[in-house]
């Protein structure tokens, strides 16, 4: 299993709609997890961070951890177009002292 | 308060050339980063400075030398560029630990014939 696994996408979601990212690593050791966007063409920029289990919310962002299952999800609720972009998932690995980050799910939010 | 910056945007070179990506952050932060993001890769960690004077390989640092000038600079170089170097390479920082917000670039495209 890869350190960080994400669905590639494309995503596919109406505006309004739930829009669910997932996110599962294979480092048990993992403690910090990241949501990075990033618009086509543009650098990554974070949004959401999230260190304990359960939920975190943000605005109509919402991370949900499941250290156990070793899962982490971005929840976007009233998907935007201006939503559609790479969101790429990051975290801490034991013994390592930087971010690994997965290849990114790209998100469409169609009007 | 212009974050990270990074020169030049756009690079072609010619197999066996040389280059050197300038980075800068005027956050006064400590770590800065070098990655690469190809199609289906993902970001990819060249090279990472934790602080001033000190610097370490990253997942990918074959080929590349990297210098931190000082606490704003640091810089990425291609002794003899390859074509699989043809990349988009990210600069970024972050105030101190791991677990600190990295703010990213605007990236460099760099192709190589």
């Known amino acids: 299993q890869k350190e960080v696994e994400q669905n590639s996408g494309p995503l596919s979601v109406p505006e309004g709609a739930i829009a669910s990212l997932n996110c599962t690593y294979s480092?048990?050791?993992?403690?910090?997890f990241f949501w990075y966007r990033q618009y086509s063409g543009k650098s990554p920029e974070l949004i959401m961070s999230?260190?304990?289990?359960g939920d975190k919310e943000d605005g109509r962002f919402t991370a949900q951890l499941n250290k156990a299952s070793q899962y982490v999800s971005l929840l976007i609720r009233d998907s935007q177009p201006s939503d559609s972009a790479t969101y790429l998932c990051a975290l801490t690995r034991s013994g390592y002292s930087t971010l690994t980050f997965g290849k990114g799910t790209m998100l469409l939010v169609s009007p | 308060n212009a974050g990270v910056t990074q020169t030049p945007k756009f690079q072609v070179l010619k197999t066996g050339q040389s280059m050197t990506l300038q980075c800068a952050q005027d956050m006064n932060h400590n770590s800065m980063y070098w990655y690469r993001q190809d199609p289906g890769m993902g970001l990819r960690l060249i090279y990472y400075?934790?602080?001033?004077?000190?610097?370490d390989k990253g997942e990918v640092p074959n080929g590349y030398n990297v210098s931190r000038l000082n606490k704003r600079e640091f810089s990425l170089r291609l002794e003899s560029a390859a074509p699989s170097q043809t990349s988009v390479y990210f600069c970024?920082?972050?105030?101190?630990?791991?677990?600190?917000?990295?703010?990213f670039g605007p990236g460099t495209r760099l192709t190589v014939l």
């Open positions: 970024a920082s972050s105030l101190q630990d791991i677990t600190d917000t990295q703010y």
């Open positions: 999230i260190y304990s289990n």
């Open positions: 400075s934790a602080s001033e004077g000190t610097t």
């Open positions: 480092d048990r050791g993992s403690q910090s």
